[in-house]
C-alpha cells in the first residue's frame, strides 16, 4: 500500500458508500416485493454485486441507474422466476450466501450457491440447519458443514428457532424464509443483533411482532405479501468507521461524517470510543425506516476500557478497529466474547494481534478476543492482512499513526465493502 504514516491532521466532512448490509437486504427482499423497488444509493461493495448475481441467475429484472438500483419483484409466489443454470457464485461475501438461502428456501427448483475458497471454509450449517427444520432440502456439500449449499426450494413452515450463536445473518435467512411460510416463524435471540431485515420486513408491510423473551428478544412473522419500496441506503458505517477511527486518533483531526447510517445495533463503536474518552457528536437526522444522520469526531487523548460480550453484535466489524485504538489508550483494553471474529474472512483474533505486534504494539491474542496495552508508539513495519477487508483497513489506519513506513500486504480485497477506501483516506490529508 502507499505510505499513510505522515501523521497530518484529518479536517474533512464528507459521506460514506452506502450501507452493505441494508443494500444486500433490500435487493433480496424486492424479489419477494409485487411490482418495483428502487433503492437509491445501493452500496458499490464488492460484496453486494454478489448478490446482484443471485438476481440475475434467477431471471430477476433488475438494472442500474447511477447510484440507484431497480428491482421487478416476482412476488411471493415466485412467478417470472426460474431455477437457476448452473451454481450461483456469492463471491466472498457470507451475507449473499446466508440470506439467498434463506429467500431460496422456498423458491422453485434447485440453487447451488458456491463462492471464493475464502467463502468456502466458513460455517454454513449454522443456516441450514433451520431451514430444513422448516422444510427446505439444504445440503451443506463442504467437509465439515461448510459450503457450496445445495438447496431444494418448496412449501415451508413455520418454526420457533432459538440462535445458537449470535448471528443478524442467520436470524435474517429464517426470517426470509418465514415471510414465505405457512403458519408463524420466529426467531429467538438473547443477544441482540443488527435489525435491519426486521425494519426492512416491517417497512415492505409485514406484521412483524418483537417481543421481550428471557432477557432477549422474539422476532416474529407470518406469511404475508410484501410491497415494493423506494428506499435511501443510508451512508455505510462500517465504512464510515475506519476514518472515524483516523480522526480519533490524529492530533487536531476535525471530521464530520454526513448522512450515514445510526442504527444503534450497529453503532456500538461510538459507545466504546465514548468509553475511551473520545471525542465525538452523532445527530439524528432521519429515521424510517433506517435512523441516519451526521457524526462529528475530534481528536482527543484515549484511555483504556473492556469490551463486553453482549457489545460484540453492534461492533463486530470494528473490533479491529477497536485493536488499533488501544494501541494509543492509556491502560489496557481488552476484548471477550468476540470468538466469531475466528470464523469471518480470516482469523481476524489472530491476523490482528499479530499485525499490531509487527508494528510494535503491546497485543495478546485470546480464544474469544484479544487484549491490548498502550500507549504504544507505532513503527514502521510490515503486516498481512490476510486477503481481509476489515484488517486492511484497520492496519491502514495503523500506518496514519506510525513512526514509519507501513506495508500492508493484502489490500486487494478492500473494495468488498469500501471500493476507493485508500484514496478516500488519501484525499483526507
Not at 480464544?367 to 508508539?377: I, L, Q, R, S, W
Request: charged residues 25%; proline residues 6%; neutral net charge.
Amino acid at each position: 500500500m502507499n505510505d499513510l504514516t505522515e501523521a497530518r491532521p484529518i479536517k474533512a466532512s464528507l459521506r460514506v458508500p452506502g450501507d452493505k448490509a441494508i443494500s444486500h437486504r433490500a435487493a433480496l427482499l424486492a424479489v419477494l416485493a409485487e411490482g418495483r423497488t428502487t433503492i437509491r444509493s445501493f452500496s458499490p461493495a464488492g460484496d453486494c454485486e454478489a448478490t446482484l448475481r443471485v438476481l440475475r441467475a434467477l431471471g430477476v429484472r433488475h438494472g442500474r441507474d447511477g447510484e440507484d438500483l431497480w428491482v421487478e419483484g416476482v412476488g411471493g409466489e415466485w412467478r417470472g422466476a426460474h431455477p437457476p443454470e448452473g451454481h450461483i457464485d456469492c463471491g466472498r461475501s457470507g451475507t449473499t450466501m446466508r440470506l439467498a438461502a434463506g429467500l431460496l428456501a422456498a423458491a422453485p427448483g434447485t440453487s447451488v450457491l458456491t463462492g471464493h475458497p475464502q467463502l468456502l471454509r466458513r460455517p454454513m450449517e449454522r443456516v441450514a440447519e433451520p431451514l430444513r427444520s422448516m422444510g427446505a432440502d439444504v445440503r451443506s456439500e463442504g467437509g465439515g458443514g461448510t459450503a457450496p449449499l445445495t438447496i431444494t426450494g418448496g412449501p415451508l413452515r413455520g418454526i420457533r428457532y432459538r440462535l445458537p450463536v449470535a448471528s443478524a445473518q442467520v436470524k435474517s435467512a429464517v426470517l426470509f424464509a418465514g415471510i414465505q411460510a405457512d403458519g408463524t416463524t420466529s426467531v429467538i435471540e438473547t443477544i441482540p443483533t443488527r435489525d435491519h431485515s426486521e425494519r426492512m420486513l416491517s417497512a415492505m408491510g409485514a406484521g412483524v411482532r418483537v417481543t421481550t423473551v428471557d432477557g432477549g428478544a422474539e422476532i416474529a412473522l407470518e406469511r404475508s405479501a410484501l410491497r415494493p419500496l423506494e428506499l435511501l441506503v443510508p451512508g455505510d458505517f462500517s465504512s464510515a468507521a475506519p476514518l472515524i477511527a483516523a480522526a480519533a486518533l490524529l492530533r487536531g483531526s476535525d471530521l464530520s461524517v454526513r448522512g450515514v447510517g445510526l442504527n444503534p445495533t450497529r453503532t456500538g463503536l461510538l459507545r466504546v470510543l465514548g468509553r475511551m474518552g473520545g471525542d465525538f457528536i452523532a445527530e439524528t437526522a432521519g429515521s424510517h425506516p433506517e435512523p441516519w444522520g451526521e457524526v462529528r469526531v475530534r481528536h482527543q487523548p484515549l484511555a483504556a476500557t473492556a469490551v463486553r460480550p453482549e457489545e460484540v453484535p453492534s461492533l463486530i466489524d470494528e473490533l479491529p478497529l477497536v485493536g488499533v485504538l488501544a494501541t494509543q489508550a492509556g491502560g489496557t483494553t481488552e476484548v471477550r466474547g468476540a470468538a466469531e471474529l475466528r470464523l469471518k474472512e480470516s482469523d481476524r483474533i489472530g491476523g490482528l494481534v499479530e499485525g499490531l505486534r509487527a508494528l510494535g504494539a503491546e497485543a495478546e491474542a485470546l480464544e474469544d478476543g484479544f487484549v491490548v496495552t498502550g500507549p504504544t508508539p507505532l513503527r514502521g513495519g510490515r503486516c498481512d492482512a490476510l486477503d481481509d477487508h476489515r484488517l486492511a483497513m484497520a492496519f491502514a489506519v495503523a500506518a496514519l499513526v506510525a513512526s514509519s513506513r507501513v506495508e500492508v500486504k493484502g489490500m486487494g480485497f478492500v473494495g468488498d465493502s469500501f471500493p476507493g477506501f485508500i484514496e478516500s483516506l488519501e484525499a483526507l490529508r
